[in-house]
T-cell receptor, first 113, second 109 residues
Framework: DVKVTQSSRYLVKRTGEKVFLECVQD?????MFWYRQDPGLGLRLIYF???????EKGDIPEGYSVSREKKERFSLILESASTNQTSMYLC????????????FGNGTRLTVT | GIQVEQSPPDLILQEGANSTLRCNFS?????LQWFHQNPWGQLINLFY?????KQNGRLSATTVATERYSLLYISSSQTTDSGVYFC???????????WGAGTKLIIKP
């Protein structure tokens, strides 16, 4: 089974802090994604990566950056956390092969105070 | 851009009942997936179904691509089926999924 592991289940950070959310997958997937999920707004794509050192902006990249130095690891960085970044963050991975489904981690619930 | 609409938004059923969830999309798609998010937030892929019918145990899904809709059937519901069901479509092969708002299903014992 594909395993996508997010480093923290819950995080509480202060406004202005730099925040790192880590995601590791064990299936050698090329594609990795970061979403945020908010009530009433559904899932929104922040960034994705289809190869090491490659990144593409999703729908809401403002205030975020990403890093993919190794194939299995995709990090989401909040350069200066703000209260409007309080949310559930979900990492996912997939293979580029046709018919390949998306696999999610357990999520990180981030609260910025 | 493409619109994805799911119905009903909420559904409350007794254990053992059957249900049908619908996903309409406004344009042709390369890819359609159904997901279940359990009450603890874990999202699990149920089906990858751009067209045709698939079955997995008590769950089955049908996508009629020419008419731009997909249906998810849950038979003999169990309390563990509770959660939110999402459909998501991919318009082009650019890895970006467009998500519906979800159907929240509550199965009462």
């Amino acid at each position: 089974d594909v395993k996508v592991t997010q480093s923290s289940r819950y995080l509480v950070k202060r406004t202005g802090e730099k925040v790192f959310l880590e995601c590791v997958q064990d299936m050698d997937h090329e594609n990795m994604f970061w979403y945020r999920q908010d009530p009433g707004l559904g899932l929104r794509l922040i960034y994705f990566s289809y190869d090491v050192k490659m990144k593409e902006k999703g729908d809401i990249p403002e205030g975020y950056s990403v890093s993919r130095e190794k194939k299995e690891r995709f990090s989401l960085i909040l350069e200066s956390a703000s209260t409007n970044q309080t949310s559930m963050y979900l990492c996912a991975s997939s293979s580029p092969i046709y018919n390949s489904p998306l696999h999610f981690g357990n999520g990180t619930r981030l609260t910025v105070t | 851009g493409i619109q994805v609409e799911q119905s009903p938004p909420d559904l409350i059923l007794q254990e053992g009942a059957n249900s049908t969830l619908r996903c309409n999309f406004s344009d042709s798609v390369n890819n359609l997936q159904w997901f279940h998010q359990n009450p603890w937030g874990q999202l699990i892929n149920l089906f990858y179904i751009p067209s045709g019918t698939k079955q997995n145990g008590r769950l089955s899904a049908t996508t009629v691509a020419t008419e731009r809709y997909s249906l998810l059937y849950i038979s003999s519901s169990q309390t563990t089926d509770s959660g939110v069901y999402f459909c998501a479509v991919e318009r082009q092969s650019n890895y970006q999924l467009i998500w519906g708002a979800g159907t929240k299903l509550i199965i009462k014992p």
